[in-house]
């Protein structure tokens, strides 16, 4: 079965390659591939055919997604899979991609057991064993540096997902310590939910305080675009993500043009 795997994945890469220029083009809008080397680069750009290969990106509410917009998703929600594997997408399909905040208006059962419909809008969603839905107006967005990115954030939560609804906690690799997970992920969100408390202002976006599902896909955020500031205002956490995504990010240079001066 693994052969087979892996001659059919070597077969969509051949038919299904991807125009230098637009791979130049939507690759070079993020500065978490500006630290990658030539070989980390080549291997994300499979990981991002196999990946639009592999699921239904459709646009709704009027939107019409072309190509490199398209692409652009994959490579945000491959980047956190870069030393994982396609894999961890599996058992799903589709993205939905709304021009602007959405509301789904779905039920809900809140904390006393009464149904509740949802009326908030939102910028994205990711459901379990369902599709994630995504803001446009939000995803444009990526790239500015300011730690927040819907793609990355719902597609935490996706791997969040691999061990049921998420909580904070993902299934970990054969090595890690879910007691060093837990403590490193528990005091850092204590520390930020006392610090928004008292109003204080916070390198890690405040949302994360929701719950430790958030606190995870917010920090993965912040992990991939300002890895600096992870590691030096929850070293721990940034520790615990470096092993789970097997990549250390902070280590990677930046070039110039990317640096916040």
Not at 55 to 78: D, P, R
Not at 142 to 152: H, K, Q, S, T, Y
Not at 175 to 203: I, K, N, P
Not at 252 to 258: A, D, G, I, S
Request: glycine share 6%; charged share 25%.
């Amino acid at each position: 079965m693994f052969g087979f795997t892996q001659w059919r994945r070597r077969r969509i890469l051949r038919k299904f390659n991807v125009d230098d220029a637009a791979w130049q083009r939507v690759s070079a809008c993020f500065p978490f591939v500006a630290r990658l080397n030539d070989d980390e680069r080549s291997r994300l750009r499979d990981l991002a055919i196999l990946f639009m290969h592999g699921k239904q990106i459709s646009g709704a509410g009027g939107l019409e997604l072309n190509q490199e917009m398209k692409l652009g998703i994959a490579v945000q929600a491959c980047v956190l899979i870069l030393e994982l594997g396609i894999e961890h997408y599996d058992g799903w399909v589709e993205i939905i991609v709304y021009p602007d905040e959405f509301m789904p208006r779905h039920e809900i059962r809140n904390e006393h057991g009464l149904v509740e419909t949802d009326e908030m809008s939102y910028a994205g969603q990711a459901w379990l064993r369902g599709p994630v839905i995504l803001s446009w107006a939000d995803v444009e967005h990526a790239g500015e540096m300011d730690g927040m990115n819907v793609v990355i954030h719902e597609f935490a939560h996706k791997l969040d997902m691999l061990n049921g609804e998420a909580n904070g906690f993902p299934p970990l690799h054969a090595g890690m310590d879910r007691r060093e997970w837990s403590q490193a992920f528990t005091a850092a969100y204590q520390d930020l939910c006392r610090r928004v408390s008292a109003g204080e202002h916070t390198e890690i976006d405040p949302y994360a305080t929701a719950s430790p599902a958030e606190f995870f896909a917010v920090v993965s955020e912040a992990f991939f675009e300002l890895p600096d500031i992870v590691r030096a205002v929850y070293p721990q956490v940034y520790e615990q993500l470096a092993l789970f995504y097997r990549q250390d990010p902070a280590n990677r240079e930046l070039p110039r043009e990317w640096r916040l001066e």
